[in-house]
């Protein structure tokens, strides 16, 4: 495969059957692309297309996932052709390694697509004001979600200020956390705002989704490595406006059945990226990605043993897991596929056969159950686990099969065990690293894995919380 990189603000990707040269100044047509609201609307369709390109931006490949396997939930095939993927999962991560790659460029090429909305939208003649500011109430909400995940990942990462290519851009400095994360608080606040209360389309958000983004950037605030105490406090306030008007917003838990959140368009999506399972967006984490070779599968990841053995057993484990496999008209246990482990059931639910590589199942990236679970924890970490705490993540419990927490339990034990939640709930679905990042457990995490799962490649520092920046755009600018 031929690849050619270029930096990713400056929307130039690479591709397998087709070359493109194109200039980078022209690119991005700044006012005179959006002169009017169906200009603004088609840039906003835009930017949210580039988080949905399959293998090449955005979410819809396996990249957080391979990104996300050194927490204690994921790991990948100790041999064939998954290096890049073992990278991630023993700490050794080259900054050629292309499995990062669409997350930094889908990121970025929607910043640019943003930035481009929220400098030029005062320029549109017209349209209607409600409707101009829902668009770019969604363009600010986007450029926050992509920096967040940019600063989560990376660390200290550029921030461009315009929409419109400048030779100096390529040389920006990288912005510390605690820059990226004010930008990413005041693009929320001000998508707060503007976002009316009711999607306008589907895989779109609305007030709650913003409000609920918003909560997870304090909760995270308030760990590593902006260790601010102080934001908890907002994190438990801005989550519980959720869960107090979720019938505004048409949130809660989905009761028919764990397995069927996984397909989309339920209550339990707060904000979710749908795809159409075909060549302009599908989603390939689905299907073969989390299938043995035993069944044909690619084997790209599936659990770590011990979190496997450790996950409370009850409908919601059953949900999760794929434990046995049809090989041949014969049914075999994990313990006898080529890997001896179980694999990731959620990611198998299709609308036909789960043997494909092209679904047109939701990448997911944020569930009610997060805003309950964040609200529990912030609210402990802030004040009290007080009766709305232990509703909230007794509420996930009771769902997934099983009892509710000890009425008056201290306030560490309260909080482990909603830590423990989360890992449950979203097993798989890369929120566990976040959460050992911002809590300072990733060596924790790693210190006792199952002698038949990797190992890290050497002892596990701070450093190695973040990521290489990708090797071609370092290349280009001297300052990342």
Not at 105 to 115: A, E, M, N
Request: with cysteine.
């Amino acid at each position: 495969m031929k690849k050619l990189y270029f930096i990713s603000i400056l929307f130039l990707a690479s591709a397998c059957s087709k070359q493109l040269k194109e200039d980078p100044k022209g690119l991005v047509l700044g006012s005179a692309g959006i002169s009017n609201q169906a200009g603004l609307e088609a840039a906003l369709t835009g930017a949210y297309g580039s988080l949905m390109v399959p293998w090449e931006s955005g979410f819809t490949t396996v990249s957080q996932i391979a990104m996300s396997m050194g927490a204690d939930d994921l790991t990948t095939h100790p041999g064939s052709n998954k290096e890049e993927f073992r990278e991630f999962d023993r700490f050794s991560v080259s900054s050629l390694n292309s499995r990062m790659t669409p997350i930094w460029r889908g990121c970025y090429k929607t910043i640019q697509s943003t930035t481009n909305i929220i400098d030029n939208y005062t320029k549109v003649q017209d349209g209607t004001d409600a409707t101009i500011k829902a668009i770019v109430g969604e363009a600010y909400f986007l450029r926050g979600l992509c920096y967040y995940w940019l600063t989560r990942f990376w660390g200290s990462v550029p921030v461009y200020p315009s929409g419109q290519y400048k030779p100096e851009y390529l040389n920006l400095p990288k912005g510390a956390p605690a820059e990226i994360y004010k930008l990413i608080e005041a693009d929320l606040l001000k998508a707060e705002e503007w976002v009316p209360n009711t999607k306008r389309n589907q895989g779109r958000p609305n007030k709650g989704s913003v409000k609920a983004l918003l909560a997870d950037v304090y909760l995270t605030e308030g760990g590593w490595p902006i260790k601010d105490p102080s934001k908890y406090a907002l994190a438990a306030a801005k989550a519980k406006e959720v869960i107090d008007n979720k019938a505004t917003y048409k949130f809660d838990l989905y009761q028919g059945g764990f397995l069927n959140i996984f397909a989309g368009g339920t209550t339990e999506d707060v904000f979710t990226l749908f795809t159409k399972g075909q060549w302009t967006t599908y989603n390939s984490f689905y299907g073969l990605s989390t299938m043995p070779e035993n069944e044909g599968g690619w084997s790209d990841f599936f659990p770590e043993l011990n979190f496997f053995s450790n996950f409370p057993a009850g409908s919601r484990k059953d949900a999760t897991f794929s434990t046995s496999f049809l090989v041949n008209g014969v049914t075999i246990p994990w313990e006898q596929t080529s890997t001896k482990h179980p694999y990731y059931k959620k990611f198998t639910i299709q609308s036909g056969t789960k043997a494909t590589y092209m679904s047109n199942n939701p990448v997911i990236l944020i569930r009610y159950a997060h805003v309950l679970l964040i609200f529990a924890e912030a609210q402990a970490r802030s004040g009290d686990a007080n009766a709305d705490a232990y509703d909230a993540v007794n509420a996930v419990r009771r769902r997934a099969g099983l009892g509710d927490l000890p009425a008056g339990l201290t306030g560490n034990d309260f909080i482990n065990a909603v830590i423990d939640e989360r890992a449950w709930e979203f097993a798989g679905e890369w929120n566990r690293w976040f959460d050992l990042v911002r809590l300072e457990r990733v060596e924790e995490a790693n210190a006792n894995k199952n002698p038949n799962d990797l190992q890290p490649a050497g002892p596990i520092t701070k450093e190695k919380y973040v990521l290489p920046i990708p090797g071609a755009d370092a290349l280009m600018n001297p300052n990342l």
